[in-house]
C-alpha cells in the first residue's frame, strides 16, 4: 500500500512563500505523472499543478507565475514552492498521482495566507 506524506504548510503573510514536500512509498514514483492538490473547506479538491515523467508542468490558471512544480525521483519526492501567496491559496494542500485512479490519499498539509 502506497503511503503519501505531505509537509511544510503554515501560516504566512500576503506576498510571502512556502515549499511544501512530499514523500510517495513506492519504487514505481518515477514512472508517474504526479501533482499537488488542494481543498476548501466545503469545496471539492481541485488540481493545482502536476508533473509528468520527463519533467514537463502544467498548473491552473490561478497559479501559474506564482507556483513551481518539481520532483525528485531518487529521493521520491514532490515538492511545490508557493511565492506571492494570496489570500485565496488558503487550503489544505495534498499530494498525489494524476488520475482517474489515486494512491491513498495523505493527510494534507495545511497553507493559511493571511494578514
Known amino acids: 500500500q502506497v503511503q503519501v506524506v505531505e509537509s511544510g504548510g503554515g501560516s504566512v503573510l500576503p506576498g510571502g512563500s512556502l515549499r511544501l514536500s512530499c514523500g510517495v512509498s513506492?519504487?514505481?514514483?518515477?514512472?508517474?505523472?504526479m501533482a499537488w492538490y488542494r481543498q476548501d473547506p466545503g469545496r471539492e479538491r481541485k488540481l493545482v499543478a502536476d508533473?509528468?515523467?520527463?519533467?514537463?508542468?502544467n498548473y491552473a490558471d490561478s497559479v501559474t507565475g506564482r507556483f513551481t512544480i518539481s520532483r525528485d525521483n531518487v529521493k521520491k519526492e514532490l515538492y511545490l514552492q508557493m511565492n506571492r501567496l494570496k489570500p485565496e491559496d488558503t487550503a489544505v494542500y495534498y499530494c498525489?498521482?494524476?488520475?482517474?485512479?489515486?494512491?491513498?490519499w495523505g493527510q494534507g498539509t495545511q497553507v493559511t495566507v493571511s494578514s
Open positions: 498525489n498521482k494524476e488520475g482517474p485512479w489515486y494512491f491513498d
Open positions: 513506492t519504487n514505481l514514483f518515477s514512472r508517474y505523472t
Open positions: 508533473i509528468d515523467n520527463a519533467g514537463r508542468t
